[in-house]
């Protein structure tokens, strides 16, 4: 007896979403990405490092992992990692707002909880990109910290034997622009 179930299933990849219509049985899928039919014969085996399907006809080998909810494919050198939604959850992915990455090179942040053991700047002074701060120690383990970018010491938040929390500002910083990037006519 063939066992046979449908899924609906929404992807990202690389921006762009992609809607699943999947009909499945023992001997494969049929799968519809955004209207366009493929027909899917073969096994997934969990657990196997390659899997092989034919896709249409054609036999194709694939890597399929999963981690944390995400699936990463990876074919010819090319990986691609997505997460497989329900509508519903795509339609609320859709909603939430994209993550900026905030520029931090104008600030030391304590990377972990610890104590300022040394500190090497005081305000004002000038600093090259990759400078060295101050060192943390944090699990009888010392770390130093530096500068990202060129840059010119504002405002020092900490002297040494100060105890530091997670994610703390440390040091405030005044980036120098580069001033071959100025475009003021």
Same mark, same amino acid.
């Given at each position: 007896?063939?066992?046979?179930?449908?899924?609906?299933?929404?992807?990202?990849?690389?921006?762009?979403?992609?809607?699943?219509?999947?009909?499945?049985?023992?001997?494969?899928?049929?799968?519809?990405?955004?209207?366009?039919?493929?027909?899917?014969?073969?096994?997934?085996?969990?657990?196997?490092?390659?899997?092989?399907?034919?896709?249409?006809?054609?036999?194709?080998?694939?890597?399929?992992?999963?981690?944390?909810?995400?699936?990463?494919?990876?074919?010819?050198?090319?990986?691609?990692?997505?997460?497989?939604?329900?509508?519903?959850?795509?339609?609320?992915?859709?909603?939430?707002?994209?993550?900026?990455?905030?520029?931090?090179?104008?600030?030391?942040?304590?990377?972990?909880?610890?104590? /300022?053991?040394?500190?090497? #700047?005081?305000? +004002? &002074?000038?600093?090259? %990109?990759?400078?060295?701060?101050?060192? $943390?120690?944090?699990?009888?383990?010392?770390?130093?910290?530096?500068?990202?970018?060129?840059?010119? /010491?504002?405002?020092?938040? #900490?002297?040494? +034997? &100060?105890?530091?929390? %997670?994610?703390?500002?440390?040091?405030? $910083?005044n980036v120098d622009l580069d001033e071959?990037?100025?475009?003021?006519?």
């Amino acid at each position: 007896m063939t066992k046979r179930m449908k899924f609906e299933y929404f992807v990202t990849i690389e921006g762009e979403s992609f809607e699943l219509q999947i009909d499945a049985d023992d001997q494969g899928a049929q799968i519809e990405v955004n209207g366009n039919p493929y027909r899917i014969e073969g096994a997934f085996n969990p657990g196997a490092g390659v899997q092989q399907f034919a896709v249409n006809g054609e036999l194709m080998s694939f890597r399929i992992t999963e981690e944390d909810d995400l699936l990463t494919l990876s074919r010819h050198g090319r990986e691609v990692r997505t997460r497989a939604m329900h509508r519903i959850e795509h339609q609320l992915q859709s909603l939430m707002p994209e993550k900026i990455e905030q520029d931090t090179s104008s600030m030391v942040i304590s990377p972990m909880p610890g104590k /300022v053991l040394r500190l090497y #700047v005081k305000p +004002g &002074d000038r600093l090259a %990109a990759g400078a060295e701060v101050c060192v $943390l120690e944090a699990m009888k383990m010392e770390n130093v910290l530096y500068t990202e970018k060129e840059c010119t /010491v504002e405002e020092v938040l #900490v002297a040494a +034997g &100060d105890t530091v929390e %997670a994610d703390q500002l440390l040091l405030s $910083l005044n980036v120098d622009l580069d001033e071959s990037t100025d475009t003021t006519p």
